[in-house]
């Protein structure tokens, strides 16, 4: 079975710091994905990666960057956190372009 | 951009009833499909997906969809619900690695 592990379920964080979330995924995947999750709103794509060091804004992107030193690993940060940055993290990854995508249990977030 | 438009925030439902969720797409050229469920405390998985051929796609727990070309729609269907099936449900559309979600549907299912 494909693993996404995602450091942290649970974080709170103070406005202004730096965070990093931290993904893993155990199976190759050449594509990762970083998602937020809101009521009503559904996944909004953040940032995806389809290779090492690559890296694609999706919708949402302002306020965050990422990086990918490592193909199996997939790191969001929030530069300086906000609290309208509080939501639900979800990473996930999949193995060629338009094939599904294997989710992380997600990492929530809060900001205080 | 292509976006995905699901027509139900919460549906709720009784024991054995059937059940069809919405959803519709933007985009006119070739694309995946996708419906993926999220159970209480758990992550996302995959449901069923369609990338060509019959138009009617079978996934697991008894649920189905059928992909309309001409509608631009993907509706999820299930026969006779049960009270496990209470979940939210999302609808995806994945056209060259732009994998896009609605706002997904709430299912309770009461027993």
Not at chain 1, 51 to 65: L, Q, R, T
Not at chain 2, 22 to 29: E, I
Request: one cysteine or more; aromatic letters at 14%; proline letters at 3%.
């Amino acid at each position: 079975d494909v693993k996404v592990t995602q450091s942290s379920r649970y974080l709170v964080k103070r406005t202004g710091e730096k965070v990093f979330l931290e993904c893993v995924q155990d199976m190759d995947h050449e594509n990762m994905f970083w998602y937020r999750q809101d009521p009503g709103l559904g996944l909004r794509l953040i940032y995806f990666s389809y290779d090492v060091k690559m890296k694609e804004k999706g919708d949402i992107p302002e306020g965050y960057s990422v990086s990918r030193e490592k193909k199996e690993r997939f790191s969001l940060i929030l530069e300086s956190a906000s609290t309208n940055q509080t939501s639900m993290y979800l990473c996930a990854s999949s193995l060629v372009p338009d094939t599904e995508a294997f989710f992380g249990q997600g990492t929530r977030l809060t900001v205080v | 951009a292509q976006s995905v438009s699901q027509h139900n925030h919460h549906v709720i439902l009784s024991e054995a009833a059937s059940l069809e969720l919405g959803c519709n797409y933007s985009y006119g050229g070739t694309v995946n499909l996708f419906w993926y469920v999220q159970y209480p405390g758990q992550h996302l998985q995959l449901l069923l997906k369609y990338f060509s051929g019959d138009p009617l796609v079978k996934g697991i727990k008894g649920f189905e969809a059928e992909f309309i070309k001409s509608k631009f729609s993907f509706n999820l269907r299930k026969p006779s619900v049960q009270w496990s099936d209470t979940a939210e449900y999302f609808c995806a559309v994945n056209l060259n690695n732009d994998m896009r979600f609605g706002a997904g549907t709430r299912l309770t299912v009461k027993p």
